[in-house]
């Protein structure tokens, strides 16, 4: 098989983590059979730094042309980068939200799994985590608080600030619909999260999800309301299966699960359309502050790369064989500096790298 797949490296740590990503993928294409065509792509601090604005359209066209898209994070310090002077609508992180919205990557997904080996970097006693805990959260990623209207006016001499929260049913059963369907081949069980009790977008997002649930009668679906959610997620983390939330919400618990996991250097993700396109990267931000120092943990990123190789490629062997060997040189001791505890050995991105591509 041949694959198209787009790159785009990003700031920060970016061009260090994918390094590595795409020597494991070369690695298994290698290995299984397959050739792979990159297709070099430009957005967030490093599309600025050459065109002036995160995401140019040419860009936006040259990812549709692809199968898949690999990132690593985008975005600098913002106190101190330049890139923060602009206007917001031409900061890095606007190149994100415009390459989600013009390629409708509304599902989010981002799997919180405990690796055993993995324990001593997990900030909860062992009598919570005992048995290791493995959930997807599913995000909505195209509507919601970051799509409304925005704006900041001066009324009556002082200075007010909108953002909107709008979903329409569509965005929600859509979304919903691929939350259930993800569940169908996991445990077969939904956690809702809104914030019904307060918000009309969470009660119409409570509705249209009972009404999709009618379809999965296999799935049990509960409802959470997201600040009890938070909470959970420290207090009992092996009680979810798939968590189905809107991208704000998404955003927050997202982070949160990535801790539990004992680092955000771990979570993977993909983010998905109505086709097998995707745009597969990391969860964790670009870390300026330990950019170019070769420590940062490429994990996350390389099974980003599982999931591309799992969800636009349908090679699931392929992904397994990713994902195995990540876990087999965790088991083996080697560690990066975010998820180091004693007696274990530590080892900078290339090696993490090397180590896992040996194993494949
Ligand atoms: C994420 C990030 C982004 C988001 C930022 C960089 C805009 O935090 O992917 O979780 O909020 O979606
Ligand atoms: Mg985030």
């Known amino acids: 098989m041949n694959l198209k797949i787009g790159v785009i490296k990003g700031d920060g740590i970016g061009p260090e983590i994918v390094t590595e990503a795409m020597k494991i993928l070369d690695k298994t294409a290698d290995k299984y059979g397959h050739t792979i065509e990159y297709t070099k792509l430009l957005m967030g601090g490093a599309s600025i730094d050459v065109h002036g604005v995160p995401l140019t359209d040419e860009t936006v066209d040259a990812a549709k042309s692809c199968d898949a898209v690999l990132m690593g994070s985008i975005g600098g310090d913002a106190k101190t980068s330049p890139w923060y002077k602009l206007e917001p609508s031409k900061r890095p992180e606007a190149g994100l939200l415009k390459i989600r919205k013009e390629l409708n990557l509304f599902a989010n997904l981002r799997p919180a799994v405990l690796y055993d080996e993995l324990r001593g970097a997990c900030p909860l006693k062992e009598e919570i985590t005992e048995g290791g805990f493995d959930m997807m959260i599913m995000r909505e990623l195209t509507g919601g608080l970051y799509f409304g209207e925005r704006k900041t006016v001066e009324e009556n001499g002082v200075l007010t600030a909108y953002d909107s929260l709008t ?117 964790g931000g670009s870390a300026p502050d330990i950019a170019g120092q070769g420590i940062a943990n490429p994990i996350a990123t390389i099974l980003s790369a599982a999931m591309m190789l799992r969800y636009s490629f349908d090679l699931d062997k392929e992904a397994e064989a990713v994902e195995a060997a990540v876990a087999k040189v965790l088991a083996d001791g080697y560690r990066t500096g975010d998820i180091m505890s004693e007696g274990k050995e530590k080892v900078g991105t290339v090696e993490m790298g090397d180590l896992i591509a040996a194993y494949i």
């Open 167 to 283: 979903y329409n049913e569509n965005e929600i059963r859509r979304i919903a619909k691929r939350g259930f369907a993800i569940a169908m081949k996991r445990r077969k069980k939904v956690t809702s999260v809104d914030k019904a009790n307060v918000l009309d977008s969470s009660r119409l997002w409570r509705k249209v999800v009972e009404e999709v649930a009618a379809e999965y009668p296999e799935v049990t679906l509960e409802h959470m309301l997201v600040d009890n959610c938070a909470m959970q997620l420290v207090k009992n983390p092996k009680q979810f299966d798939v968590i189905l939330t809107e991208n704000m919400f998404g955003d927050i618990l997202s982070d949160e699960a990535s801790m539990v996991t004992g680092s955000i250097g771990m979570l993977a993700s993909a983010s998905l359309n109505e086709t097998k396109f995707g745009l597969y990267e990391p969860s």
